[in-house]
C-alpha cells in the first residue's frame, strides 16, 4: 500500500474507531474486554491506540472510569456518562446518515 493511501486509511479509520469504542461502553468494559469485543466484532485496535484514545474521552466528560480492585488484579472500567450516551446517540445518527449518503455515491459509481 502507497504511504498516502496508509494515511488516508488511518485518517478514515480514527472517526470510526472513536464511534465503534463508544458503542461498547453502554456497559462497563475494562480495557482488554474492550479490545475482545471489538475484534469479535470485525474492529482491530491495538492497545497502544486505545488507552489513548480512553483517557482523551474521559477528558472530554463522555466516559467515566472507575477501578475494581475486588479481584487479584485491579481493573480499570470505563462506561459511558450521561454526557457521552447523548454524544454518542447523535453522532451514530450523523454516521447512518453519511453512510447512507455516501453508499449512494459509491453505488452510483459502480453503475456507471
Known amino acids: 500500500m502507497s504511504t498516502l493511501l496508509n494515511s488516508l486509511t488511518t ?3 480514527r472517526g470510526t474507531l472513536t464511534l465503534a469504542v463508544l458503542s ?3 456497559t462497563p468494559q475494562y480495557g ?4 475482545q469485543s471489538l475484534e ?3 474492529v482491530s485496535i491495538d492497545q497502544s491506540t486505545l488507552y489513548p484514545l ?17 479481584e487479584s488484579r485491579p481493573r480499570k472500567y470505563y462506561i459511558l456518562s450521561e454526557y ?6 447523535q453522532l451514530k445518527k450523523e454516521w447512518i446518515k453519511n453512510s447512507k449518503v455516501l453508499y449512494g455515491l459509491l453505488d452510483e459509481e459502480e453503475d456507471k
Open 84 to 89: 457521552g450516551l447523548e454524544i454518542f446517540m
Open 40 to 42: 469479535k466484532s470485525g
Open 54 to 70: 480512553l483517557r482523551r474521552l474521559e477528558k472530554q466528560e463522555l466516559v467515566s472510569s472507575s477501578w475494581d480492585t475486588a
Open 11 to 13: 485518517e478514515l479509520r
Open 32 to 35: 482488554y474486554s474492550l479490545v
Open 24 to 26: 461498547q461502553l453502554q
